[in-house]
């Protein structure tokens, strides 16, 4: 069954704790929340102190993506603060091999993240390090874009090296690009706009995990 894991940065931040419990009730197994630091990415978003205030109302995992150049400063921060699912990306200029042992050192599962530009190969030699692999179908730092099927294959690809850990799939996923997804391996898909836009959440979550 595929896992939903809704993207926070396409509910209404006004209202956030209703925005969380909305897809919670609808059934979620996850949640995604979008970390930018205007640096990695060209966009601003989220601290450990929102993750500190999401846990006691989310019930439901945590899953951290963070999108910023310098992770190591802040994984202690928002594994304490409750992330479960820890993700950062393979193109940043930190030793991404530490940081991944560290991650699951601190009780977290640790994920690793590719954006469009980057081949599944690359990360190959680090797989035995990742709990989970974060496919990107957009370039990182907006929500709402339209997703880049040509970024699809490297979940077989992944399959096809023989990796056996969790692969997430995140940008412009929905229902109608979701089949094609689960026949190449995929596991959890993050969804912002097709989830927070929709009338019937439910329905729809509902509708993923029947594929
Ligand atoms: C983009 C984020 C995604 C995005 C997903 O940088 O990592 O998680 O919020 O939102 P949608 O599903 O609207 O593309
Ligand atoms: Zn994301």
């Known amino acids: 069954m595929i896992k939903v894991s809704p993207s926070i940065l396409a509910a209404d931040p006004l209202k956030m704790g209703a925005e969380v419990r909305r897809m919670t009730d609808a059934g979620c197994d996850w949640l995604h ?12 978003s989220f601290g450990p102190s929102l993750v500190k205030a999401l846990k006691p109302v989310a019930g439901v995992p ?9 992770p190591g400063q802040y994984i202690e921060a928002f594994i304490k603060n409750g992330a479960d699912i820890v993700t950062i990306h393979a193109e940043i200029p930190e030793d991404t091999e530490a940081l991944l042992k560290r ?4 009780g977290a599962m ?24 974060l496919v990107m179908t957009v370039e990182p730092g907006f929500g ?8 699809a294959d490297k979940v077989a690809a992944l399959r096809q090296m023989g990796y056996k850990g969790l692969i997430e799939a995140d940008g ?5 690009n979701l089949p094609m997804l689960k026949e190449k391996g995929l596991d959890v898909a993050v969804m912002g706009t097709a989830l927070y836009k929709s009338e019937h959440p439910k ?6 995990h029947a594929l």
């Open 62 to 70: 945590l899953d951290v993506h963070l999108m910023m150049d310098n």
């Open 144 to 151: 709402g874009q339209s997703f880049r099927a040509d970024c």
């Open 110 to 133: 640790a994920g690793l993240s590719i954006k469009p530009g980057t081949a599944a190969e690359v990360i190959r030699p680090l797989l035995p390090l990742c709990d989970l692999v």
């Open 203 to 208: 329905e729809d979550i509902d509708s993923v």
């Open 172 to 176: 412009g996923v929905s229902l109608s």
């Open 33 to 44: 929340v979008d970390i930018m630091d205007a640096h990695f990415v060209p966009n601003l």
């Open 103 to 106: 991650i699951r050192l601190l």
